[in-house]
């Protein structure tokens, strides 16, 4: 049953795992012993992080999942990584029948590393390694709890990000802190651009932190709960533009909602997909003055400038519903838009 969706491993089966390399980097005597919690590319830096300090029991991720235009059955990608290194992989489809704690208490680990795995871990599982669940989260706790910190950090305009070492307990992100590792959010940067980067700090954060948690090195600090924010997980349409916020707003939602779920809007009844943009300095009106946010204000073969609730946005790279990604110069050269227009006049219409 090792590795298969659903089971842990019985007594003396071990999970599903590739042919070690010469290095033989899984089996390598390290100072303590875990297991790794992980699903995302996000949580691989973490993984590898792991390996090298660790005797890394097992990998549990979820399961593998349909993907691409053909659904073809799909493994996530720490479970590629693992067993590119060599390591035991559980995908259980269950966790709170006592089966998979009992599982992970018979390992006798010191600790369970958790990144990105994308369930919640009821008490038996957190209580099963010695020391307990230690996660890795992607925000400056208490601040965005939940599935999509990344994103809600870029789209609410924060100048800093980070992340987070702490206990796991049953609350959702809300166990006792051991460190922090900060870092600054660049003027244009993306939601994916972030994440990339806070990928990397965590694995700094685990080579760093999980030995000395292990030592007994950090006096965990509890979270200020009425400082708590949420990140709640992403949905298709938080992906809307409202044009009626200030310009800065409008461009942090577009950097924020890349790569997934994408800014959009619409432009003469079609969905339009807006890649990346710009704060401009030019004023939010037309001719006639006073001009309702969304209308297009500039539109020439160099920029296509629109109007926000304050100031005005450049919309660099767009894209028509069913078509290419352009340049905003190419999208006016094609007449797809002219000064008048007004997007996201059609609620109704979809990206």
């Given at each position: 049953m090792g590795g298969v969706a659903g089971n842990p491993p019985a007594a003396g089966d071990p999970p599903s795992r590739a042919t070690p390399d010469s290095t033989e980097i899984a089996s390598r005597k390290k100072a303590f012993r875990a297991v790794f919690f992980g699903t995302p590319q996000f949580a691989v830096p973490c993984l590898d992080a792991l390996v090298e300090i660790a005797d890394v029991a097992a990998v549990?991720?979820?399961?593998?999942?349909?993907?691409?235009?053909?659904?073809?059955?799909?493994?996530?990608?720490?479970?590629?990584?693992?067993?590119?290194?060599?390591?035991?992989?559980?995908?259980?489809?269950?966790?709170?029948?006592?089966?998979?704690?009992?599982?992970?208490?018979?390992?006798?680990?010191?600790?369970?590393?958790?990144?990105?795995?994308?369930?919640?871990?009821?008490?038996?599982?957190?209580?099963?390694?010695?020391?307990?669940?230690?996660?890795?989260?992607?925000?400056?706790?208490?601040?965005?709890?939940?599935a999509a910190p990344i994103t809600w950090a870029v789209v609410r305009g924060e100048p800093e990000s980070g992340v987070t070492l702490m206990q796991m307990d049953e609350g959702m992100d809300t166990g006792a802190m051991l460190e922090q590792f900060t870092t600054e959010i660049v003027a244009d940067e993306t939601a994916g651009d972030l994440s990339e980067r806070l990928s990397a700090l965590g694995a700094l954060a685990v080579r760093k932190g999980l030995p000395k948690y292990v030592a007994g090195g950090y006096k965990p600090i509890p979270q200020d709960g009425a400082r708590a924010t949420l990140a709640p997980i992403l949905k298709k349409e938080d992906g809307r533009i409202?044009?009626?916020?200030?310009?800065?707003?409008?461009?942090?939602?577009?950097?924020?909602?890349?790569?997934?779920?994408?800014?959009?809007?619409?432009?003469?009844?079609?969905?339009?997909?807006?890649?990346?943009?710009?704060?401009?300095?030019?004023?939010?009106?037309?001719?006639?003055?006073?001009?309702?946010?969304?209308?297009?204000?500039?539109?020439d073969k160099s920029r296509v400038v629109v109007a926000c609730g304050e100031r005005a946005i450049e919309l660099l790279r767009v894209q028509v519903e069913g078509k290419k990604a352009i340049g905003a110069g190419d999208w006016v050269a094609g007449r797809g838009v002219a000064e008048g227009d007004v997007l996201g006049a059609s609620s109704s219409a979809t990206s």
């Open positions: 549990v991720c979820q399961p593998d999942k349909p993907q691409g235009r053909g659904l073809e059955l799909t493994a996530p990608p720490v479970k590629q990584r693992a067993l590119e290194l060599g390591l035991g992989v559980v995908q259980p489809t269950k966790l709170k029948t006592g089966e998979f704690g009992a599982w992970l208490r018979d390992l006798s680990v010191d600790v369970a590393l958790v990144v990105a795995y994308g369930r919640i871990l009821p008490k038996d599982v957190l209580e099963a390694p010695r020391l307990g669940c230690v996660n890795v989260h992607a925000s400056l706790l208490p601040k965005y709890r939940g409202d044009f009626t916020k200030p310009a800065r707003a409008v461009h942090d939602h577009v950097r924020g909602m890349s790569p997934w779920p994408g800014a959009f809007t619409t432009s003469r009844g079609k969905g339009l997909k807006v890649h990346t943009t710009r704060v401009t300095d030019l004023p939010a009106t037309n001719t006639g003055g006073s001009t309702p946010p969304g209308t297009v204000v500039l539109a």
